[in-house]
């Protein structure tokens, strides 16, 4: 703190599950100042009441959000609510000059008649959501460098997105037959109390939901229309998982080649993130567990080719807050800010 050439930034909805992974990682970062922490039911509160166990990192204290007081603190705001109050927020903030992310589903959607028919809200700022970058870095780095706003995607889509995206890119699968089964902990969830999320619902139970409707079905399509060229519609299943962080896509889709063998997938995997820190192919043979992603912001990708069914397996690992969420969005600041890609983020986990 106090440092003046560090960049102010303000995190609104600081309370939460993102906003607390937002917190920790910032408050390392060696170019910033965490200048204004913002929430609702929180305001009045300190972030140490909240979280006691971070009292020594910081003691700041939760204010009411107010993009007047917000504009003149801080240079960059992380939105980081639930879905449908970004949108309100965001243009006062771009209009006096704030770099924002947001972690929320709101600036994700090119059409925002899609946004409508998932999430409900009928929208009117179309002109914003028009400015707005999808903040996938191994895919859209040089457009979210002279972006003023981001649309971070969620821990689904990251997932989901690194595991297809070569494939589609050089047209390597029929891409309608394309299933993402993806699982996910329950901090996927939210910090909010739900009846599914309690111990006694998750804990020894894995289950399927919102299957056929789930609203990261659009957003994945989405991207990979982008990717192959023309609309593609995804098969998508999520699940929750009796376990606290982490996220496993597992994509399966048929090969157009039928010749292609594994170790030809993986040399065009690693080509296709050369340039990609944070994205970690693994060796033949190797798939990627939750537990080597959690506490960092890797993702982990698997490759296997059944050459009895012509079908890719592609397994993808990630901890849902950190590449699926906080870190993810830090990830863009660094690149519209020009600063080394990696900083402020951990590459080492929790787990041996
Ligand atoms: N959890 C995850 O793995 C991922 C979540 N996301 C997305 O990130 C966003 C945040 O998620 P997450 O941190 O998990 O959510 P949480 O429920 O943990 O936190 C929500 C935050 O929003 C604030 N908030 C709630 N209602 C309002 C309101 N009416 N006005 C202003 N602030 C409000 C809360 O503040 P207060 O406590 O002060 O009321 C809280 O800080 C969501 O859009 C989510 O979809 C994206 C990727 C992954
Ligand atoms: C376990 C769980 O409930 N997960 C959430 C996804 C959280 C998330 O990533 O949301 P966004 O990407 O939209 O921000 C869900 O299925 O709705």
């Known amino acids: 703190m106090g440092n003046s050439r560090r960049v102010k930034v303000g995190i609104i909805g600081a309370s939460g599950y993102g906003g607390v992974q937002l917190v920790r990682l910032l408050m390392d970062h060696p170019e910033v100042e965490l200048v204004y922490l913002g929430g609702e039911s929180s305001a009045g509160k300190s972030f140490a009441d909240l979280y006691p166990h971070l009292a020594h990192i910081v003691n700041q204290p939760i204010e009411a959000i107010d993009p007047q007081t917000i504009a003149t603190r801080c240079e960059v705001v992380f939105l980081s609510l639930p879905n449908g109050l970004a949108y309100k927020i965001a243009p006062q903030l771009l209009d006096k000059g704030l770099t924002v992310l947001d972690l929320s589903a709101d600036y994700r959607f090119r059409n925002l008649t899609t946004y409508t028919n998932w999430y409900g809200a009928q929208r009117t700022d179309l002109a914003t959501a028009a400015t707005a970058v999808y903040g996938l870095p191994e895919l859209y780095r040089d457009r979210i460098a002279e972006a003023q706003l981001i649309g971070c995607p969620g821990c689904y889509?990251?997932?989901?997105?690194?595991?297809?995206?070569?494939?589609?890119?050089?047209?390597?699968?029929?891409?309608?037959?394309?299933?993402?089964?993806?699982?996910?902990?329950?901090?996927?969830?939210?910090?909010?109390?739900?009846?599914?999320?309690?111990?006694?619902?998750?804990?020894?139970?894995?289950?399927?939901?919102?299957?056929?409707?789930?609203?990261?079905?659009?957003?994945?399509?989405?991207?990979?229309?982008?990717?192959?060229?023309?609309?593609?519609?995804?098969?998508?299943?999520?699940?929750?998982?009796?376990?606290?962080?982490?996220?496993?896509?597992?994509?399966?889709?048929t090969l157009r080649d039928p010749g292609l063998v594994r170790d030809d997938l993986i040399t065009i995997y690693k080509a296709f993130y050369r340039n990609s820190l944070w994205v970690k192919v693994c060796e033949p043979g190797v798939y990627p567990q939750t537990k080597w992603a959690c506490g960092t912001n890797l993702c982990y990708i698997g490759i296997e080719v059944d050459p009895r069914t012509g079908r890719v397996i592609v397994m993808s690992a990630i901890d849902n807050l950190i590449k699926g969420q906080a870190g993810q969005a830090i990830q863009c600041l660094n690149i519209i800010m020009g600063w080394d890609e990696t900083l402020g983020l951990p590459k080492l986990g929790f787990y041996p």
């Not at 993806?182 to 739900?194: C, D, H, L, V, Y």
């Not at 998982?241 to 896509?249: F, I, N, T």
Request: net charge negative; glycine share 8%; proline share 7%.
């Open 157 to 253: 889509p990251t997932a989901s997105l690194l595991a297809l995206s070569p494939l589609l890119k050089q047209g390597l699968i029929v891409p309608e037959t394309a299933i993402v089964d993806a699982k996910s902990g329950t901090s996927g969830g939210g910090r909010q109390a739900k009846v599914n999320m309690l111990l006694a619902e998750a804990d020894n139970s894995l289950a399927p939901y919102n299957v056929v409707r789930h609203r990261h079905t659009p957003e994945i399509e989405q991207i990979c229309s982008d990717l192959a060229g023309h609309e593609v519609t995804i098969q998508f299943t999520p699940h929750l998982v009796p376990m606290v962080r982490g996220m496993l896509a597992t994509v399966y889709a």
